[in-house]
């Protein structure tokens, strides 16, 4: 009753976007917004597709009726970051921060999130610069208010370059930003793998992989010349130790990770790797850190009498700690975790991770500034266990595996200098783009929503709410009942959106 088809999402997505280009002709720009935004996150969820150019025009069309266009050429060497999310440890906000900070530049810190924490960490980390200053939206503004209140704030502030750090569904940041054409302006490719909005206001797109460079080429239609890349860090929060499940001390640790969705797919693949192993190597201990539904992996420990092999440790805020009193880091499958591979490797921890070869994103050697020395991704299942095991068993295998080298990954003063060198020369990358398996990729995040996550029809709510009947009347039963089945928060969240 609830399964989504390749042909009915592409439908929806044609029908919203059918829509949004009707509102935008009667002047109804904040609806037309809520309509692209929403089809964005509809196309990022399920990845049957990357770029859309007829959006990015509508958005161009869109800011030039309702801002136009600032035409001054800016005087002072002035930065810009551009923030959809404004989130503590997360995404790549405090790595541009410190690397504005570390040049010495002047810059605004222009954050959009209503969620933004005024008294969090990155808040702390501008209000230490004296050059800096920071200007948050209000929350109450709707999307026309927001761009009139954004084109007033960047206008003023008349900055000569701009990092744009979005969401995939930003549409009030691709609307402003493509009233600026005087601003250099770089877009932070973050989610390189799926589908995001940004082509028609950026000037350069920053990536860190070369799969994520294949992505631009191939499936954006991004000119070589416009790729720029810029390998990252993850940032290390000081926590303490919240410790580990009793049951788990004195043995070896292998830890896992992510959100759950990562894991949920392809017939319960990471089910079979983790069962395989505790079947193989009785006295290991699984840990698990994740966010999101936990109950398909609650259910599969219980059913299958995992309870003292794999202990699920919740979603951990001291997760450097995690790392560093563990012996060895699994990545998630059928999709990794980029940050979290980081993470092991930060803290030396032998990486290995299970993919097929037709899953490219999923191959974590691509998330590093140099090689690892150790093969970390393997798309044969009884190598992978081979080499698993292997490394359960020896130490001295562990301590080999892990000595990775100083430069394996950038250091926050690095990464300042790369990020000076990359706007003042813009040299573009000279990877070699491969097939990313567009279709393939697309077909994991079909059967993830189908099976597990049920999060299609709640997309709609978070968008648009209760007015998404008026665009799907066919389907508004099946959505309901899914939203109210799987995602009631969605509607006690955005029952006001009316």
């Not at 499936?219 to 049951?247: D, H, T, W």
């Not at 192993?277 to 009785?282: G, T």
């Not at 999923?362 to 266990?385: C, M, P, Q, R, V």
Request: hydrophobic share 40%.
């Amino acid at each position: 009753m609830f399964s989504i088809s390749k042909k009915h999402a592409i439908k929806d997505y044609e029908r919203l976007k059918e829509a949004a280009f009707k509102a935008c002709a009667l002047r109804q720009y904040s609806k037309s917004l809520q309509l692209i935004a929403c089809a964005a996150g509809q196309a990022y969820h399920l990845n049957f597709r990357y770029a859309d150019d007829a959006l990015e025009g509508l958005l161009e069309k869109i800011s030039t009726e309702v801002l136009g266009q600032s035409l001054e050429l800016p005087q002072e060497e002035k930065y810009l970051l551009y923030d959809s999310f404004g989130y503590d440890n997360r995404g790549l906000t405090q790595q541009y921060l410190h690397a504005l900070d570390t040049m010495g530049v002047q810059y605004l810190y222009l954050v959009e999130s209503r969620e933004f924490n005024v008294n969090g960490n990155i808040a702390a980390q501008v209000a230490r610069n004296p050059k800096a200053q920071i200007i948050q939206v209000p929350s109450e503004l709707g999307e026309v208010e927001r761009l009139d209140y954004l084109f007033a704030a960047v206008k003023e502030y008349n900055p000569k370059k701009a990092f744009l750090h979005l969401a995939p569904w930003s549409t009030v940041a691709v609307t402003l930003w493509n009233a600026f054409p005087k601003v250099e302006r770089y877009l932070i490719d973050l989610t390189d793998h799926a589908f995001w909005l940004g082509k028609s206001c950026s000037d350069y797109f920053i990536g860190f992989r070369e799969y994520g460079y294949s992505v631009s080429v191939r499936e954006r239609g991004i000119p070589r010349e416009k790729l720029l890349n810029l390998p990252y860090y993850p940032i290390v929060a000081s926590k303490p130790f919240a410790g580990f499940p009793e049951e788990a001390k004195g043995r070896v640790i292998l830890f896992s990770g992510g959100a759950y969705y990562k894991i949920y797919g392809e017939n319960d693949a990471y089910f079979k790797l983790v069962e395989r192993i505790v079947n193989e190597n009785p006295e290991v201990a699984i840990l698990f850190a994740g966010s999101g539904n936990e109950k398909p992996f609650k259910n599969f420990i219980a059913k299958n009498g995992l309870q003292r092999n794999i202990f699920l440790i919740g979603n951990r805020t001291d997760i450097n700690e995690v790392f560093r009193n563990c012996d060895i880091y699994m990545n998630s499958y059928p999709v990794i975790g980029g940050l979290m591979s980081q993470y092991a490797v930060l803290n030396k921890k032998p990486l290995i991770g299970y993919s097929t070869s037709d899953i490219p994103c999923n191959f974590s050697e691509g998330l590093f500034s140099a090689d690892l020395h150790y093969k970390t991704t393997y798309t044969d299942i009884d190598e992978f266990h081979a080499e698993l095991n292997k490394l359960i068993c020896c130490k001295a295998r562990r301590e080999y595996a892990s000595n990775y080298a100083p430069d394996v990954l950038p250091t926050p003063d690095s990464f300042a200098v790369a990020l000076k060198q990359l706007v003042e020369d813009r040299h573009p990358v000279s990877f070699s783009d491969f097939d990313v398996h567009a279709s393939r990729f697309s077909e994991v995040y079909f059967a993830m929503e189908n099976n597990y996550l049920h999060k299609y029809h709640a997309i709609k709510f978070r968008h648009l709410g209760f007015r998404s009947f008026l665009y799907f009347p066919f389907s508004s039963i099946v959505s309901l009942l899914s939203v109210l089945r799987y995602n009631l928060d969605y509607i006690n969240k955005f029952i006001g959106r009316v």
